[in-house]
């Protein structure tokens, strides 16, 4: 695979964390306290849509509404530049492009993924098409921007698989998910199997507003990114569901995010991470506090 690099001053931003109170209701008399932290983004930076971690280390890489994509440093607390994939890219013009105004120019990272083996980040941009970030960042390569002859209308989610099989969300590549935003629903579609060889799908849940799946570490459950109606209004939240679409946990993140809609839930090394394209910060639930809730599956955190 050919890298196209490019120079790239890398600036060093400071991520201050907040701490943001929580309470967890499991049931009528139990009430946990639980604690958020949120990491800011740097100045004039917006609009994380995706994240994508690396094993073990804590640093983790977002996309921005500036055609962007930040890498998080979490022992120095610090951002960095990583890279982008408009290859006319002036920092001048793109730097702090909101999310309400994007510039086709700049660029727009949403869906990405970290392979392990390789230290490559893959990455969809919503105006250039899927492509690579090799470690030393600057401007990404082009692997693909269309199919069957037509060129990508929105690239938006990528899922990078461990194992030399493919791309899929289970671990045994047996099925993938897919969240249909604009009719909410999500949906199961066989990758192996007689439902594969019949193009078959089952529909697993209809909660609004579904966008980005994410596999859980242990890989037997999944996070969606998500809403429910609540008082008239819809309200962010995060689903976890097994691989039949049953739900075994429901995290609120109304506090945080009031209405503003979520992209993507995901879980590393114990924490909750989310991620909106309207804020700049990512909150993060920490010390295990969430996975209490194993024992009353589809009960809600914070939802009452």
């Not at 492009?97 to 392990?116: I, Q």
């Not at 994410?214 to 976890?240: C, D, H, N, Y």
Request: aromatic share 10%.
């Amino acid at each position: 695979m050919t890298s196209i690099s490019s120079s790239m001053r890398m600036k060093t931003m400071a991520a201050p964390i907040f701490s943001i109170l929580f309470l967890v209701l499991c049931s009528s008399s139990m009430v946990l306290s639980v604690s958020f932290n949120r990491i800011q983004l740097p100045p004039n930076a917006t609009g994380p849509e995706a994240l994508a971690f690396e094993p073990k280390t804590g640093i983790f890489y977002t996309g921005i509404a500036d055609g962007r994509v930040l890498k998080y440093r979490p022992r120095v607390g610090r951002f960095e530049d990583l890279g982008f994939f408009a290859p006319n890219r002036s920092k001048a013009v793109c730097d702090g492009t909101e999310t309400a105004m994007p510039n086709p120019v700049c660029g727009r990272p949403l869906g990405m993924g970290f392979h392990h083996a390789t230290k490559r980040l893959y990455v969809c941009d919503a105006f250039f098409g899927f492509g690579v970030l090799e470690p030393k960042g600057g401007l990404g390569t082009l692997l693909s921007t269309g199919a069957d002859g037509e060129r990508y209308r929105f690239c938006n989610v990528v899922d990078v698989h461990q194992r030399p099989v493919g791309v899929a969300v289970d671990e045994d590549a047996k099925f993938v998910f897919i969240s249909l935003f604009i009719i909410n629903k999500t949906i199961k579609f066989w990758l192996k199997g007689p439902n594969s060889k019949a193009n078959k799908y089952e529909i697993i849940n209809s909660v609004a507003m579904p966008d980005n799946i994410k596999r859980t570490e242990s890989g037997r459950s999944f996070w969606l990114a998500a809403a429910m109606e609540k008082q008239s209004s819809l309200v962010p939240i995060g689903k976890r569901f097994n691989e039949n679409g049953i739900v075994l946990q429901t995290v609120n993140f109304e506090q945080v995010y009031g209405n503003k809609s979520i992209s993507e839930v995901q879980e590393y090394q114990g924490r909750l991470y989310a991620v909106s394209r309207f804020a700049n910060f990512i909150p993060v639930l920490k010390d295990l506090k969430f996975k209490l809730l194993a024992a009353c599956p589809e009960k809600c955190i914070n939802c009452s």
